[in-house]
């Protein structure tokens, strides 16, 4: 028999910046839902790792957590500037995109507001909960950074954990050596190990490759810097008012009602909106660097375009890639390698836990919800794992607000249902 206490509404994987909107609207509704989430971290961070100094934000602030559904919330990137008493320099500063360090401590400041989470808990495995033939509720597994196992069981389950570090096949024997780190570790893991005059060679050309390779340039220790890029040139990324309007909410609908094909070709369109692109003035700042150096005649920065790694090895303490295109193949030495190549979304079997042999393998539906076997009664919603079906913004910050509040609105009526089978189950017993 399952008991019918010590069961949560919802049960929610991951606290970043998607299912931290979505507790808030669920609050903000009065859904009277019991929501846990369980977040790895020990404390809230939004990409920790990546908080560069002089890195802003690439959306507007009015993309926050909630002001596109509900202007009047206190949980608003203008009511924390209130809050901080910086409301009025803000404005002065005559700019919609704040430090991302200022967002950073906006997400912190509505985090702490929001007593639904419990930190330190990575979430290790997913099991279903039988009454007869059917999945009645689940229990969620989680780990502290002690190895200590916790459990929790929810009516229905929200899985928010990002993307996974993509870690290209040349680096795949090295993934537990410190001489090559993704640039979701680069604050604490690779600028640690920076020396004076270093050799560091950065993969990648979009925004986090061309800051780091900025942040690195500008240091004391003054390393030689080999970027390596696919591309012909480092490109801006696409921020125009028309290309923009795919991240309006009303977009994922009218993305959504597309034919597969039509889907792929937009995506693909529109990539450099999102990837492999860097903002304008960031672009313009690295191109004056390597001018000054010419003048200069140093040769400490150097770019590597129409080039890919197909191959490394170790010589001692140092790596040798070897870079393959129209100028190669040839070799660099690199004493650190950054991988600024970006992540991997997709809804894995890990993830699921004991619940992936239920699933279809479809794609969310319009509601984010996965579509599982019959037999599997509670309901499973993803965030950010949709972007083939629902758009370029769907691992972005620009749907948040109103990506909850859809989420709450089905969460409400996923849990009546729930809660009326559950006690009809009770009573036949
Ligand atoms: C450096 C950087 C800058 C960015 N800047 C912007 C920007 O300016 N504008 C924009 O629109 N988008 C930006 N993005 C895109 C980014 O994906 C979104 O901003 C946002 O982080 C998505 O939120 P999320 O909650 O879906 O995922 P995440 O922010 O990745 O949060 C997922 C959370 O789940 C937790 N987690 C993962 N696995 C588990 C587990 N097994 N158990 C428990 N917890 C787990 C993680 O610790 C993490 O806290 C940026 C991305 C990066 C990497």
Known sequence: MTSDENIFDLLGVGFGPSNLALAIALQERGAGLSARFLEARAQFAWHPDMMIPGADMQV??????????NPQSPYSFVAYLHAKGRLGRFINRKTFFPSRVEFNDYLVWVA??????????????????????????????????????????GRNLILATGGKPRWPAPFAALRDDPRVVHSGDYLSRALPRLRSGMRVAVIGSGQSGAEIFEDLAARPEAPMIDLVLRRTALRPSDDTPFVNEIFDPA????????????????LTDLAATNYSVADGDLIAALYDRLYEQSVTGEDRLRLHPEHGVTEVQGHGSTLELTLTGPQGPYKIAA????????????????????????WTGEAPDRTYRLPMAPEVGPAIFVQGFSEATHGLSDTLLSVLALRAQELADSLVKCSQTARRTQSHSLAAE
């Open 60 to 69: 507007s602030f009015l993309k926050d957590l909630v002001s596109q559904r």
């Open 251 to 266: 977009g994922t609908d009218r993305f959504h009602a597309r034919p597969e094909d039509e889907r792929r070709r937009a």
């Open 112 to 153: 702490g507001q929001m007593p639904v989470c419990t930190y330190d808990r990575k979430v290790v495995g997913i099991e279903p909960e039988w009454q007869g033939k059917r999945i009645s509720a689940l229990t969620v597994i989680a780990q502290d950074g002690a190895q200590r196992l916790y459990r929790e069981r």
């Open 335 to 358: 004493d650190l390698v950054i991988l600024a190549t970006g992540y991997e979304r997709a809804i894995t079997a890990e993830m699921l836990g004991e619940l992936a042999p239920y």
